[in-house]
Protein backbone atom coordinates (compact mmCIF):
# COMPACT_ATOMS: atom_id res chain seq x y z
CA UNK A 1 0.00 0.00 0.00
CA UNK A 2 1.23 3.44 -1.17
CA UNK A 3 1.72 5.91 2.25
CA UNK A 4 2.48 8.67 -0.33
CA UNK A 5 -0.15 11.15 -0.72
CA UNK A 6 -1.89 12.60 -3.85
CA UNK A 7 -0.44 16.11 -4.59
CA UNK A 8 -2.25 19.27 -6.48
CA UNK A 9 -1.03 22.34 -7.81
CA UNK A 10 -2.76 24.95 -7.16
CA UNK A 11 -1.90 29.09 -7.09
CA UNK A 12 -2.53 31.80 -4.81
CA UNK A 13 -5.46 33.29 -5.80
CA UNK A 14 -6.42 35.96 -3.14
CA UNK A 15 -4.83 36.71 0.33
CA UNK A 16 -6.73 38.90 2.81
CA UNK A 17 -5.21 39.48 6.73
CA UNK A 18 -8.63 38.41 9.08
CA UNK A 19 -6.68 39.51 12.09
CA UNK A 20 -3.42 40.46 13.31
CA UNK A 21 -2.21 36.74 13.37
CA UNK A 22 -4.50 35.31 10.72
CA UNK A 23 -4.55 35.41 7.21
CA UNK A 24 -6.86 33.69 4.88
CA UNK A 25 -5.44 32.30 1.40
CA UNK A 26 -7.71 31.13 -1.47
CA UNK A 27 -6.31 28.93 -3.48
CA UNK A 28 -7.32 27.96 -7.42
CA UNK A 29 -6.40 26.59 -10.89
CA UNK A 30 -6.55 23.92 -12.76
CA UNK A 31 -4.08 21.82 -11.13
CA UNK A 32 -7.15 20.93 -8.27
CA UNK A 33 -9.61 19.70 -10.96
CA UNK A 34 -8.63 16.49 -9.50
CA UNK A 35 -9.06 17.73 -5.52
CA UNK A 36 -11.84 16.14 -3.56
CA UNK A 37 -13.04 16.85 -0.71
CA UNK A 38 -13.45 14.45 2.20
CA UNK A 39 -16.55 15.95 3.60
CA UNK A 40 -15.02 15.48 7.09
CA UNK A 41 -15.06 18.67 8.70
CA UNK A 42 -11.82 18.91 10.30
CA UNK A 43 -10.20 17.74 6.94
CA UNK A 44 -7.31 19.00 6.11
CA UNK A 45 -4.35 19.41 3.80
CA UNK A 46 -0.47 19.54 3.40
CA UNK A 47 0.54 22.70 1.86
CA UNK A 48 4.04 23.09 0.10
CA UNK A 49 5.46 27.08 -0.53
CA UNK A 50 7.89 27.89 -3.15
CA UNK A 51 11.19 27.06 -2.79
CA UNK A 52 10.34 24.39 0.09
CA UNK A 53 10.08 20.69 0.08
CA UNK A 54 8.84 20.51 3.71
CA UNK A 55 5.15 20.14 4.12
CA UNK A 56 3.01 21.85 6.88
CA UNK A 57 -1.00 20.95 7.31
CA UNK A 58 -3.77 23.32 7.48
CA UNK A 59 -7.42 22.48 7.44
CA UNK A 60 -9.94 22.97 4.68
CA UNK A 61 -11.71 26.41 5.97
CA UNK A 62 -14.03 26.04 2.44
CA UNK A 63 -13.99 24.22 -0.43
CA UNK A 64 -16.33 25.78 -3.15
CA UNK A 65 -16.11 26.50 -6.90
CA UNK A 66 -12.99 24.82 -7.62
CA UNK A 67 -11.02 26.74 -4.88
CA UNK A 68 -9.73 25.92 -1.45
CA UNK A 69 -9.89 27.89 1.63
CA UNK A 70 -7.22 28.05 4.09
CA UNK A 71 -7.07 30.15 7.16
CA UNK A 72 -3.04 30.26 8.34
CA UNK A 73 -1.79 31.42 11.67
CA UNK A 74 1.32 33.64 11.16
CA UNK A 75 3.32 33.90 14.24
CA UNK A 76 7.22 34.81 15.03
CA UNK A 77 8.92 32.40 12.43
CA UNK A 78 7.85 30.16 10.53
CA UNK A 79 8.24 28.47 7.16
CA UNK A 80 4.67 29.13 5.86
CA UNK A 81 4.79 32.18 8.05
CA UNK A 82 7.08 33.63 6.55
CA UNK A 83 5.55 33.18 3.17
CA UNK A 84 1.86 34.09 4.07
CA UNK A 85 3.47 37.10 5.98
CA UNK A 86 4.35 38.83 2.89
CA UNK A 87 2.42 39.15 -0.99
CA UNK A 88 2.05 35.17 -1.94
CA UNK A 89 -0.81 36.65 -4.21
CA UNK A 90 -0.04 34.29 -7.83
CA UNK A 91 2.33 32.09 -6.22
CA UNK A 92 2.34 28.50 -6.92
CA UNK A 93 2.24 25.99 -4.10
CA UNK A 94 1.14 22.27 -4.05
CA UNK A 95 -1.46 20.71 -1.76
CA UNK A 96 -1.99 16.95 -1.17
CA UNK A 97 -5.44 15.10 -0.66
CA UNK A 98 -7.76 16.21 2.04
CA UNK A 99 -7.90 13.64 5.27
CA UNK A 100 -10.23 13.93 7.97
CA UNK A 101 -10.55 12.48 11.61
CA UNK A 102 -13.55 13.98 13.22
CA UNK A 103 -15.84 10.56 14.08
CA UNK A 104 -18.84 11.75 15.63
CA UNK A 105 -20.30 8.33 17.15
CA UNK A 106 -23.94 7.71 16.67
CA UNK A 107 -26.01 8.97 19.75
CA UNK A 108 -24.14 11.51 20.47
CA UNK A 109 -26.30 13.87 22.10
CA UNK A 110 -23.57 17.28 22.40
CA UNK A 111 -20.33 18.58 21.21
CA UNK A 112 -17.77 20.62 22.98
CA UNK A 113 -15.08 21.77 20.86
CA UNK A 114 -11.64 23.39 22.26
CA UNK A 115 -9.02 24.94 20.34
CA UNK A 116 -6.22 27.52 19.84
CA UNK A 117 -5.81 29.76 16.77
CA UNK A 118 -4.61 26.71 14.71
CA UNK A 119 -7.81 24.64 15.63
CA UNK A 120 -9.97 27.97 14.82
CA UNK A 121 -10.28 27.02 10.94
CA UNK A 122 -11.99 23.56 12.27
CA UNK A 123 -14.02 24.21 14.95
CA UNK A 124 -15.69 26.85 12.76
CA UNK A 125 -16.08 24.40 9.72
CA UNK A 126 -17.16 21.63 12.65
CA UNK A 127 -19.85 23.76 14.54
CA UNK A 128 -21.03 25.18 10.87
CA UNK A 129 -21.42 21.23 9.58
CA UNK A 130 -22.85 19.89 12.87
CA UNK A 131 -25.82 21.75 13.39
CA UNK A 132 -27.90 19.27 15.04
CA UNK A 133 -26.21 19.23 18.56
CA UNK A 134 -25.98 21.38 21.27
CA UNK A 135 -22.28 22.62 20.64
CA UNK A 136 -20.18 24.22 23.04
CA UNK A 137 -16.74 26.49 22.33
CA UNK A 138 -13.70 27.13 23.93
CA UNK A 139 -11.70 29.05 21.44
CA UNK A 140 -7.92 30.70 23.24
CA UNK A 141 -6.91 32.83 20.92
CA UNK A 142 -4.90 36.42 20.93
CA UNK A 143 -6.97 38.09 18.31
CA UNK A 144 -10.83 39.26 18.28
CA UNK A 145 -12.13 36.75 16.02
CA UNK A 146 -15.69 36.91 17.03
CA UNK A 147 -17.21 37.22 13.88
CA UNK A 148 -15.59 33.95 12.78
CA UNK A 149 -17.35 31.11 14.26
CA UNK A 150 -21.32 30.69 13.18
CA UNK A 151 -23.31 33.54 14.63
CA UNK A 152 -25.27 30.94 16.65
CA UNK A 153 -22.32 29.17 17.94
CA UNK A 154 -22.30 28.82 22.30
CA UNK A 155 -18.50 30.04 22.42
CA UNK A 156 -16.08 31.11 25.32
CA UNK A 157 -13.19 33.26 23.87
CA UNK A 158 -9.95 32.99 25.87
CA UNK A 159 -6.74 34.94 25.76
CA UNK A 160 -3.60 33.31 25.79
CA UNK A 161 -1.89 33.25 29.28
CA UNK A 162 1.30 35.02 27.09
CA UNK A 163 2.41 34.92 23.73
CA UNK A 164 2.61 31.13 22.47
CA UNK A 165 1.34 30.03 26.23
CA UNK A 166 -1.92 27.99 26.44
CA UNK A 167 -4.24 27.47 29.48
CA UNK A 168 -6.56 24.87 27.71
CA UNK A 169 -5.28 21.65 29.91
CA UNK A 170 -6.65 23.68 33.03
CA UNK A 171 -9.35 24.96 31.02
CA UNK A 172 -10.35 20.95 30.14
CA UNK A 173 -9.82 19.65 33.50
CA UNK A 174 -12.16 22.23 34.96
CA UNK A 175 -14.89 21.95 32.28
CA UNK A 176 -18.68 21.29 33.71
CA UNK A 177 -19.27 18.58 31.32
CA UNK A 178 -22.59 18.10 30.23
CA UNK A 179 -24.91 14.97 31.26
CA UNK A 180 -25.20 12.02 28.73
CA UNK A 181 -22.87 10.83 25.74
CA UNK A 182 -21.10 13.30 23.32
CA UNK A 183 -17.91 13.70 21.63
CA UNK A 184 -15.01 16.04 22.48
CA UNK A 185 -13.06 17.51 19.66
CA UNK A 186 -9.70 19.38 20.44
CA UNK A 187 -6.25 20.70 18.97
CA UNK A 188 -3.70 22.61 19.61
CA UNK A 189 -0.02 22.59 20.88
CA UNK A 190 1.26 19.08 21.11
CA UNK A 191 2.51 19.15 24.81
CA UNK A 192 -1.04 20.27 26.01
CA UNK A 193 -3.17 17.51 24.15
CA UNK A 194 -0.90 15.19 25.73
CA UNK A 195 -1.61 16.17 29.06
CA UNK A 196 -5.29 16.37 28.02
CA UNK A 197 -5.42 13.15 26.46
CA UNK A 198 -4.33 11.70 30.18
CA UNK A 199 -7.42 13.31 31.68
CA UNK A 200 -9.48 12.24 29.50
CA UNK A 201 -8.72 8.53 29.62
CA UNK A 202 -7.34 8.38 33.62
CA UNK A 203 -9.96 10.88 35.13
CA UNK A 204 -12.94 10.95 32.63
CA UNK A 205 -12.36 7.68 31.61
CA UNK A 206 -14.08 8.54 28.54
CA UNK A 207 -14.27 5.47 25.79
CA UNK A 208 -11.34 6.65 22.53
CA UNK A 209 -14.62 6.47 20.18
CA UNK A 210 -16.13 9.62 22.28
CA UNK A 211 -12.81 11.92 21.66
CA UNK A 212 -10.79 13.21 19.43
CA UNK A 213 -7.74 15.27 20.70
CA UNK A 214 -4.46 16.47 18.24
CA UNK A 215 -1.29 18.09 18.62
CA UNK A 216 -1.33 21.14 15.76
CA UNK A 217 1.58 22.33 16.53
CA UNK A 218 4.91 21.85 18.88
CA UNK A 219 6.19 24.63 20.90
CA UNK A 220 10.04 24.98 21.18
CA UNK A 221 12.93 27.79 20.23
CA UNK A 222 13.57 27.00 16.75
CA UNK A 223 12.09 25.97 13.62
CA UNK A 224 10.79 22.66 13.10
CA UNK A 225 13.13 20.03 11.50
CA UNK A 226 10.36 18.38 9.54
CA UNK A 227 7.20 17.62 10.49
CA UNK A 228 5.70 14.57 10.13
CA UNK A 229 3.13 14.23 7.85
CA UNK A 230 -0.18 12.67 9.41
CA UNK A 231 -1.51 11.11 6.71
CA UNK A 232 0.54 8.18 6.40
CA UNK A 233 0.33 7.67 9.97
CA UNK A 234 -3.50 7.59 9.80
CA UNK A 235 -3.78 5.13 6.72
CA UNK A 236 -1.47 3.03 8.63
CA UNK A 237 -3.08 3.13 11.88
CA UNK A 238 -6.72 2.55 10.15
CA UNK A 239 -5.08 -0.72 8.31
CA UNK A 240 -3.52 -1.80 11.64
CA UNK A 241 -7.35 -1.47 13.37
CA UNK A 242 -6.27 1.21 15.83
CA UNK A 243 -8.79 3.91 17.32
CA UNK A 244 -7.59 7.42 16.70
CA UNK A 245 -6.80 7.78 20.38
CA UNK A 246 -3.94 5.34 19.22
CA UNK A 247 -3.63 6.62 16.53
CA UNK A 248 -2.33 10.00 17.20
CA UNK A 249 -0.86 9.21 20.41
CA UNK A 250 1.70 7.05 16.98
CA UNK A 251 1.68 10.60 15.51
CA UNK A 252 3.05 12.07 18.76
CA UNK A 253 5.57 10.05 18.98
CA UNK A 254 6.71 9.99 15.38
CA UNK A 255 7.29 13.55 15.70
CA UNK A 256 9.30 13.70 18.92
CA UNK A 257 11.66 10.63 17.26
CA UNK A 258 11.86 13.74 14.57
CA UNK A 259 12.67 15.74 16.78
CA UNK A 260 15.01 14.18 18.43
CA UNK A 261 17.17 13.85 15.15
C1 LIG B 1 -4.16 18.27 11.03
C2 LIG B 1 -3.60 19.68 11.23
C3 LIG B 1 -4.36 20.80 10.86
C4 LIG B 1 -3.86 22.10 11.04
N1 LIG B 1 -4.63 23.18 10.65
C5 LIG B 1 -4.10 24.44 10.75
C6 LIG B 1 -4.83 25.58 10.26
O1 LIG B 1 -5.93 25.49 9.71
N2 LIG B 1 -4.23 26.82 10.39
C7 LIG B 1 -2.98 26.97 10.96
O2 LIG B 1 -2.48 28.10 11.02
N3 LIG B 1 -2.29 25.90 11.43
C8 LIG B 1 -2.80 24.66 11.32
N4 LIG B 1 -2.08 23.58 11.77
C9 LIG B 1 -0.81 23.85 12.47
C10 LIG B 1 0.35 24.17 11.52
O3 LIG B 1 0.57 23.06 10.65
C11 LIG B 1 1.62 24.43 12.39
O4 LIG B 1 1.41 25.53 13.26
C12 LIG B 1 2.87 24.63 11.55
O5 LIG B 1 4.00 24.29 12.33
C13 LIG B 1 3.04 26.07 11.05
O6 LIG B 1 4.12 26.08 10.15
P1 LIG B 1 5.19 27.27 10.04
O7 LIG B 1 5.97 26.92 8.82
O8 LIG B 1 4.50 28.60 10.09
O9 LIG B 1 6.10 27.16 11.33
P2 LIG B 1 7.25 26.06 11.59
O10 LIG B 1 8.40 26.28 10.67
O11 LIG B 1 6.59 24.72 11.56
O12 LIG B 1 7.67 26.38 13.09
C14 LIG B 1 8.52 27.52 13.44
C15 LIG B 1 8.50 27.78 14.92
O13 LIG B 1 7.20 28.29 15.25
C16 LIG B 1 6.61 27.50 16.29
N5 LIG B 1 5.20 27.36 15.92
C17 LIG B 1 4.67 26.53 14.98
N6 LIG B 1 3.33 26.71 14.92
C18 LIG B 1 3.05 27.68 15.83
C19 LIG B 1 1.84 28.30 16.23
N7 LIG B 1 0.68 27.97 15.66
N8 LIG B 1 1.90 29.25 17.19
C20 LIG B 1 3.07 29.61 17.77
N9 LIG B 1 4.27 29.03 17.43
C21 LIG B 1 4.23 28.09 16.48
C22 LIG B 1 7.35 26.18 16.29
O14 LIG B 1 7.40 25.65 17.59
C23 LIG B 1 8.73 26.56 15.82
O15 LIG B 1 9.49 26.98 16.92
C24 LIG B 1 -2.57 22.28 11.60
C25 LIG B 1 -1.80 21.15 11.95
C26 LIG B 1 -2.31 19.86 11.76
C27 LIG B 1 -1.45 18.67 12.14
Redesign the pocket.
Given at each position: MSTRAETYAARVRSRERLSEH?VRLVLGGAGLAGWASTGIP?E?VGLVVPGQF?S????V?DWAGGELT???????????????SGDCVGDEVTVTEP?G?FALPAGAGWLLLVG???????MARIAGTVTELPTRIWAEVPDDLSGYLPGDADVTWLTPPA??ASDLAAVVEGLDWPEGDGYFWM?G?SAQMRAIRKHLMRVRRLPSTAYDV???????????PR?VD?APVWRAGKAAGKSDEEIWAD?DAAQARQESR
Amino acid sequence: MSTRAETYAARVRSRERLSEHLVRLVLGGAGLAGWASTGIPDEWVGLVVPGQFQSRYYTVRDWAGGELTLDVVVHDEGLVTEWASGDCVGDEVTVTEPKGSFALPAGAGWLLLVGDLTALPAMARIAGTVTELPTRIWAEVPDDLSGYLPGDADVTWLTPPAPGASDLAAVVEGLDWPEGDGYFWMAGESAQMRAIRKHLMRVRRLPSTAYDVMGYWRGGATRQPRAVDPAPVWRAGKAAGKSDEEIWADYDAAQARQESR
